[in-house]
């Protein structure tokens, strides 16, 4: 009888339980069931479906560290030879934190980015379905390269040397397609408003973003609700109330101050006069596309700015107010919505990947780097100097006794490796940091749990056709008090040959967004996301499925829609610590102030000696530019260190 290996018999076990379907070749690897060289071509997490973002096997070892107070001891033996620098986390902060590096330390300089995901980019994450024949790409979490002109230097110069253009996207991004199939709609469902009904909403959406214009005909729209007389006056009074700027002079700025301290369910109550019902068809607008928040819990300015809805003054924001609040760029040009890959963010990773690592995909322009194939098995070749190793979850961070490296232990399944730097950056969610960062000081631990991201769940729905909505003409509908609070067909961008799908007989992909937090609780904000990342870490993927499909033949099947035969596949993208969190004076201190850079996050992000904080958590502030400028303070910070 040959003798057999640990490392043998286990991946026959897990080649066994692949076959039988329980586990897919990747959950193996994040399992720790296979090595990641065992699956070779095959391996492209983009193409899988089902519960994606944080998936089975990229948040186990992390929950029972941080919940179960597990420790991993660190192995005497390093994996690997010393690296120049180590890199915890490769989302977007984590690849420009490495591309930042290799620009000041040169070609050779030797990077290490773990990251506990099957997948790189962290929330900027690819999506791909072969429907009908057919790929087609999407995103499963952050969206748009928003407002460019914010951006800094160091960013603005990463972007363009990975070879991303803004300018082109103008053609790019099809606004006739918006003008014909987006106006957003209101479905009312029959179980809480006696009918059901799809209307035109008054209400802003993205297509005000992308320069659409759409009626403003609100007492016509209005009319058309299943609600009583009263409320129909309500909101009709509310959406042509006059509109008159209160920021000329000191009063407008006491106006403004005040406007930042009240809610905006309590300014349309107390000012408009209008009663629950109205409110309740208001309340979850803004849930869904990623607050997680409603009207009762966001301040006056954001409810509008997020809304569109009626605010005094809005829409005459004096420009430094405007420029403090990200809504135009320098010189007060607004960017626009409309610099999006078909991918998403997860474009611009993998132009950060593939400037890193030779080899990884084909091309050198922002075009040909969407349909280019990523071979993933080259994402960790030792022939390279900069390496990107998955399904690693970083356990112990701290500095060796002669205080000169950095030696970071992480697990693969249920087994610690130990890794070395000259430098470490941290570029993983904040919230770990006391938990794997054991030389962190107690202020900083303090300062680092003081916020508590948002929990949200980007769900792309692949349908076969999409015949009933194009007959609707409704693209984008919101569903008050619903789960599934949001729809929106994908953004219409055609690019490097890749053509968006606009034939309502061939496949499209829809956005779904669920909604995890409480309604009108009353808890502060960060209470609810606590309460909404329970509730999602607990729901399977089975309840997603069963509630948009039901959802989707409710508002679309009176046009034709059958949901089970004509949805292809659902992919999930739950991310229970997801955007990083903000202050709002109407919950938090006036003197956390993310435009200030005061706040716990400053404090949160100290310098450990070697070690150095990245991540838009250190920035208190979900935007692709404040991650990436975070790396690039963290990436200076430790260029300072001597030695």
């Not at 000041?104 to 030797?110: E, F």
């Not at 309740?280 to 997680?292: E, I, M, N």
Request: net charge negative; hydrophobic share 40%.
């Amino acid at each position: 009888m040959s003798a057999i290996s640990r490392r043998d018999f286990v991946n026959g076990v897990a080649m066994s339980a692949v076959a039988a379907g329980t586990l897919s070749p990747v959950q193996a690897v994040a399992r720790g069931l296979l090595s990641p060289a065992a699956l070779g071509p095959d391996y492209y997490p983009p193409a899988l479906t089902g519960l994606r973002g944080s998936h089975v096997g990229s948040y186990e070892v992390a929950h029972a560290v941080g919940r179960e107070g597990k420790r991993y001891p660190s192995p005497a033996a390093q994996t690997d030879e010393t690296y120049d620098l180590v890199i915890v986390g490769g989302g977007l902060s984590g690849l420009a934190a490495a591309w930042f590096f290799r620009e000041a330390a040169g070609a050779d300089a030797r990077i290490l980015v773990l990251d506990n995901h099957d997948d790189f980019g962290g929330h900027a994450k690819q999506v791909e379905f072969e429907v009908n024949g057919r790929r087609i790409i999407s995103y499963g979490g952050s969206q748009t390269v928003a407002e460019y002109s914010t951006y800094g230097p160091a960013a603005r110069r990463l972007m363009k040397a990975v070879g991303f253009d803004r300018e082109p996207f103008k053609e790019y991004f099809d606004l006739e397609f918006y003008r014909k199939y987006m106006q957003p709609a209101i479905y009312f469902d029959g179980e809480r408003y006696g009918e059901s009904k799809l209307v035109r909403a008054p209400m802003g959406t993205l297509a005000d973003n992308v320069g659409i214009e759409r009626s403003h005909d609100y007492a016509a729209m209005i009319a058309e609700f299943p609600v009583s007389e009263a409320a129909r006056q309500q909101l009709t009074r509310l959406f042509t109330a006059k509109r008159e700027s209160v920021f000329a002079d000191a009063k407008g700025e006491r106006a403004l101050e005040k406007m930042l301290t009240r809610s905006y369910e309590a300014f349309v109550r107390e000012e408009h006069g209008l009663g629950d019902e109205a409110c309740g068809v208001l309340r979850d607008y803004v849930k869904g596309p990623g607050t997680q928040l409603g009207l009762d819990s966001m301040n006056v300015v954001m409810g509008g700015v997020f809304t569109h809805l009626p605010v005094p003054g809005i829409e005459n924001l004096d420009q430094s107010v405007l420029e403090m609040l990200g809504l135009v760029g320098a010189g007060g040009r607004p960017d626009g919505y409309i610099h999006h890959f078909p991918g998403g963010n997860s474009g611009v990773a993998r132009l950060i990947v593939r400037d890193l690592i030779p080899g990884v995909a084909p091309g050198n322009t922002q075009e040909d780097m969407v349909l280019a194939r990523f071979d993933y098995s080259k994402l960790d070749d030792e022939r390279n100097a900069v390496r990107l190793r998955l399904n690693s979850t970083a356990v112990d961070v701290r500095h060796a006794e002669d205080g000169n490296v950095v030696d970071v232990t992480y697990v693969q399944g249920e087994t610690a490796f130990r890794v070395r730097g000259k430098h470490a950056v941290m570029a993983c969610y904040n919230h770990m940091l006391p938990w794997i960062c054991p030389e962190m000081g107690e202020e900083q631990r303090t300062a680092v749990r003081y916020a508590s991201k948002t929990p949200f769940a980007y769900t792309q729905v692949a349908l076969r056709n999409w015949r009933a909505i194009a007959k609707s003409g409704h693209g984008m509908v919101y569903s008050p008090g619903a789960f599934i609070s949001e729809f929106w067909l994908d953004f219409p961008v055609s690019m490097g040959g890749y053509e968006f799908p606009k034939d309502p007989d061939g496949p499209i992909v829809m956005t779904a967004f669920p909604i995890e937090t409480p309604d009108a609780s009353g808890l502060p904000p960060r209470e609810q996301f606590r309460v909404g990342r329970a509730r999602m870490l607990a729901r399977p993927f089975a309840e997603y499925e069963s509630a948009i499909l039901s959802q989707m033949d409710k508002v679309w099947g009176p046009y034709g829609m059958d949901a089970r035969r004509d949805v292809a596949a659902i992919t999930v993208n739950r991310w229970p610590h997801g955007y990083s969190y903000s202050y709002d004076p109407l919950w938090d201190p006036p003197e956390y102030d993310i435009y200030a850079d005061t706040g716990p996050h400053v404090a949160g992000r100290a310098q450990m000696h070697r070690v150095s904080i990245a991540n838009s958590d250190a920035g208190a502030l979900a935007m692709v530019q404040e991650a990436i400028g975070q790396a690039h303070r963290a990436v200076t910070e430790q260029l300072a260190v001597s030695g």
